[in-house]
Every structure is written in structure tokens, then in C-alpha cells.
């Protein structure tokens, strides 16, 4: 941890204070250049943490449209798979006795609801039975008209389409997440240099390490120094 932060944007934020109170305090920067912490070399910093902070917004966009993609594929395919099984059931019972037509239209198959299989067995299920005149007129004593088995295919195409979506949205925020996550990776590298040099450069005036809010230990504060067992455990005390 560079920061006792809360969150990433804790990070950023008291990243580029650290890095602008380095470059514009007199009394730091004059320290800090002495070890080439130079305010080219600061700019470099914030460059850096300027792209970054980018990138972050954008993953955070890109996942918020990837939600939005799977929310729109959840109502649409709710409102498809109803009226698929009504005509699916009302159909293998008029095939019940021809395994022919029910393997024609997958209705040999137990019915899946694994999105890419569905959508398989949907398409192939009306794309057949609209290609079948005679298969789709069972269906007319059920009330069951072309028209209807049209409008279910079209709401199975709806439903693949946003499949589409969906997976190009998890592909667009895996994407921006591992380029966040490698800008990230080389700010943090960056700035443990710049806090080396730092500590190194302002050790013997900490108030102005706090200025850059790198913590440092207190005066009063020593690290508690365990004592050391008597080698054969014999007790030396009174």
C-alpha cells in the first residue's frame, strides 16, 4: 500500500496531491531534485496518473453498458420464452406420434435454458415449422396463425441480437479492465520510486513527508523488540 486509502479514488486523489505538493512546495522540491526527482520526472508522474484515471472511467463506463446488455437480454428473453413453450407444447402434441416432425423441429430434444442453446432450438423450431405449411397449419385450431409464429420468431431474433450485445459489452469491459488494471500496475511501480526517493530525500524533516501524506513513524514509536529466550529455557529471574 503506497496510502492507507479507502478506495481508488483515494488513491488518485492523494497520488496527485503528493505529486503536485512535491513539484510546486519550494522547500520539498529543492530536496527531492538533488536525487533527479526532477518536475519533468513529476509531470511524467501525473501524466501517467492522468491516463490512468481515464482508463478507470472508461471500465467503469463499459461495465455499467455491459449491465445495462444483460438487463435488456433478461426482459427480452423473458418475454420470448413464454410464448416459444406455449407453441412448442401445443406442438408436440399434434406430433406426438411422428418422431420425424419432432426431430425436424428439435422437439426431440429436452428444452435447454443455457441463452445459445435456447436460441438454437427456438430458431430452428419456427424457422422449420414456417418452412412447413403443412406443420404450421396444425397449429390454426389452437388459434395459432402464421402471423403469431412469425411474431415468436421475431422475438427469438431479439433475443439473439441482444446476446450479441451482451457478449460484445463483456468483451469491451474485459478489455478496458485489463488496460486499467496494467496502468495501474506501472503507476504504482512508478510511484514507489518517487516515495523512495522521498523518504530519503526528507527523512530528517518528516513534517514535510506528512505534507506529501507519506506517513512516518512518530518520535515516540519504536518497534517493540522481542526478547530473546535463554537458550536451555532456564529461568535467570529472582
Not at 48 to 67: I, P
Request: charged content about 25%.
Amino acid at each position: 500500500m503506497l496510502y492507507k486509502t479507502g478506495s481508488l479514488a483515494d488513491f488518485f486523489h492523494n497520488s496527485r496531491k503528493a505529486l503536485v505538493n512535491a513539484r510546486d512546495d519550494k522547500n520539498i522540491y529543492s530536496l527531492i531534485v538533488e536525487y533527479n526527482m526532477t518536475a519533468e520526472k513529476i509531470e511524467e508522474g501525473l501524466t501517467m496518473l492522468d491516463n490512468l484515471v481515464t482508463a478507470d472511467k472508461n471500465k467503469t463506463e463499459l461495465h455499467g453498458l455491459q449491465l445495462m446488455a444483460r438487463a435488456e437480454l433478461k426482459r427480452v428473453f423473458a418475454e420470448a420464452n413464454p410464448v416459444y413453450m406455449e407453441h412448442v407444447n401445443f406442438m408436440k402434441l399434434h406430433c406426438r406420434k411422428d418422431p420425424a416432425e419432432l426431430a425436424k423441429l428439435l422437439l426431440d430434444e429436452p428444452r435447454t435454458r443455457a441463452i445459445n442453446g435456447w436460441i438454437r432450438q427456438a430458431d430452428t423450431f419456427y424457422s422449420n415449422l414456417l418452412l412447413d405449411p403443412g406443420l404450421s397449419g396444425r397449429l390454426a385450431v389452437n388459434a395459432i396463425t402464421v402471423e403469431k409464429l412469425q411474431a415468436g420468431h421475431e422475438n427469438v431474433m431479439r433475443v439473439s441480437r441482444a446476446r450479441i450485445k451482451y457478449t460484445e459489452a463483456i468483451g469491451m469491459a474485459q478489455a478496458a479492465t485489463e488496460r486499467r488494471n496494467k496502468l495501474l500496475a506501472e503507476f504504482k511501480f512508478w510511484m514507489r520510486e518517487f516515495i523512495y526517493v522521498c523518504k530519503v530525500a526528507l527523512k530528517d524533516q518528516p513534517q514535510l513527508l506528512e505534507v506529501l501524506g507519506i506517513q512516518v513513524l512518530s518520535d515516540g514509536y519504536r518497534r517493540q523488540i522481542p526478547e530473546m529466550p535463554a537458550a536451555d529455557g532456564a529461568d535467570f529471574g529472582n
